[in-house]
């Protein structure tokens, strides 16, 4: 199949040139497509860069670029959701595409750098919290209280900082390799 996107007015003219010689658009496309390849025999499937039609998909010249016809009205749900994690929609269907087919939790680079900025920003409050000082004023117990509460904010916060970093270094071997975990 061969297809190709028109002005309306250019499909009118090219209907009533086919129905004028008795056929359908697709019949005159195609005689046309068999007269152009007739003129220029010289070239052959694949010189181009193309695949001939019995060549696998899986071979070695095929290009990595595929169209795709969406539902109605999918193309805009696409591009707003696309525009609301700040990427182009072309960008955030190959992202869906690569996750899905390699089985992987990639995030889009601008997600990816906001949780390696709140990973710096956990470990700048952990180190905050180790440098916290005690009053001098505060008795024993409260002292005491506090401290343990403080301990346990800084586990929590490297825990979480932790975890983040994990999750970063996750997606950017899978941008790098191509593989990704089902965990990022």
Same mark, same amino acid.
């Not at 010689?21 to 694949?46: C, R, Y």
């Not at 001939?52 to 999918?74: C, Q, V, Y």
């Not at 072309?90 to 992987?104: M, P, Q, T």
């Not at 995030?107 to 180190?127: C, F, H, S």
């Given at each position: 199949?061969?297809?190709?996107?028109?002005?309306?007015?250019?499909?009118?003219?090219?209907?009533?040139?086919?129905?004028?010689?008795?056929?359908?658009?697709?019949?005159?496309?195609?005689?046309?497509?068999?007269?152009?390849?007739?003129?220029?025999?010289?070239?052959?499937?694949?010189?181009?860069?193309?695949?001939?039609?019995?060549?696998?998909?899986?071979?070695? @010249?095929? #290009?990595?670029? *595929?169209?795709? %016809?969406?539902?109605?009205?999918? &193309?805009?749900?696409? !591009?707003?959701?696309? $525009?609301?994690?700040?990427?182009?929609?072309?960008?955030?269907?190959?992202?869906?595409?690569?996750?899905?087919?390699?089985?992987?939790?990639?995030?889009?680079?601008?997600?990816?750098?906001?949780?390696?900025?709140?990973?710096?920003?956990?470990?700048?409050?952990?180190?905050?919290?180790?440098?916290?000082?005690?009053?001098?004023?505060?008795?024993?117990?409260?002292?005491?209280?506090? @401290?343990? #509460?403080?301990? *346990?904010?800084? %586990?929590?916060?490297?825990?979480? &900082?932790?975890?983040? !970093?994990?999750?970063? $270094?996750?997606?950017?071997?899978?941008?790098?390799?191509?593989?990704?975990?089902?965990?990022?």
């Amino acid at each position: 199949m061969i297809g190709t996107r028109v002005s309306p007015e250019t499909k009118v003219h090219f209907v009533a040139l086919a129905a004028r010689h008795h056929l359908s658009a697709s019949s005159l496309l195609a005689k046309m497509v068999d007269e152009v390849l007739k003129t220029h025999a010289d070239i052959s499937p694949g010189s181009a860069g193309q695949r001939s039609p019995n060549e696998p998909e899986n071979s070695a @010249g095929l #290009a990595d670029r *595929l169209t795709l %016809r969406l539902r109605k009205g999918d &193309r805009a749900l696409a !591009a707003q959701r696309a $525009h609301s994690r700040g990427m182009k929609t072309g960008s955030y269907l190959a992202l869906l595409i690569h996750n899905h087919v390699r089985d992987a939790a990639v995030l889009p680079p601008n997600e990816l750098d906001q949780i390696k900025v709140t990973g710096a920003r956990l470990a700048a409050l952990g180190r905050q919290l180790r440098m916290f000082g005690m009053p001098n004023t505060l008795s024993e117990s409260v002292a005491s209280d506090l @401290g343990e #509460a403080i301990a *346990l904010v800084r %586990r929590e916060v490297e825990a979480a &900082r932790e975890a983040t !970093a994990a999750i970063v $270094h996750r997606n950017l071997i899978s941008w790098e390799t191509g593989a990704g975990s089902r965990h990022a």
